[in-house]
């Protein structure tokens, strides 16, 4: 029996205290919108050498302003309730997997208004109608003739009522 050595004990909880140590250590990450996953924020924002956007448009909005922009009333603030929404306005869409903001909306030309396409029945009903008369007329001259056995016989009935379901045809049969 080979005795345990104290650093092959020691060693896994060292570095569990370790961790633990630079953890608490750490910078603390505020989330800004609870209720949604958020990313560890990139090791270049934490030192300070990317701006996040509010204080790019802090930043913009120190700026004196060179030329006037037309007054617009402020747009009420919405809320994410479903009950707020006016009738005229859907919900907002939610996007999923997504930091960036939903692209804006374009606005699409409106489509003409076309007739609605007329019924196509009839003109199948005539291709088919048209495709099978040979085969019938074929048919019944050999059967006029005696020279159609019974299941022969059995073809011609089911393809006449066929030719009766497509409607008559120009003959008026």
């Keep these: 029996m080979t005795p345990i050595r104290p650093t092959a004990v020691f060693l896994p909880v060292a570095v569990a205290l370790a961790a633990l140590a630079l953890g608490a250590c750490a910078t603390e990450v505020h ?4 209720g949604r996953a958020q990313a560890a924020p990139p090791v270049s924002a934490q030192s300070g050498g ?17 030329a006037p922009r037309p007054q617009t009333p402020p747009a009420p603030p919405q809320k994410l309730s479903d009950a707020s929404q006016t009738p005229n306005q859907p919900p907002p869409v939610r996007r999923r997997g997504s930091s960036s903001p939903p692209p804006p909306p ?6 003409p208004a076309l007739p609605a396409p007329g019924s196509t029945q009839g003109l199948t009903d005539r291709a088919k109608r048209d ?6 007329d074929r048919l019944r001259t050999e059967d006029a ?9 059995r ?12 409607g ?3 003959l008026g049969y």
């Design 131 to 136: 495709l099978m008369s040979p085969e019938v």
């Design 50 to 66: 990317l701006k996040t956007l509010r204080q790019i448009q802090a930043e913009e909005n120190a700026r004196p302003d060179p």
């Design 106 to 111: 374009i606005d699409q030309p409106a489509t």
């Design 145 to 153: 003739m005696g020279r159609l056995d019974p299941l022969q016989q």
């Design 155 to 166: 073809d011609l009935l089911r393809k006449q009522q066929d030719l009766r379901q497509y």
């Design 168 to 170: 008559p045809g120009p």
């Design 31 to 34: 989330d800004e919108m609870p």
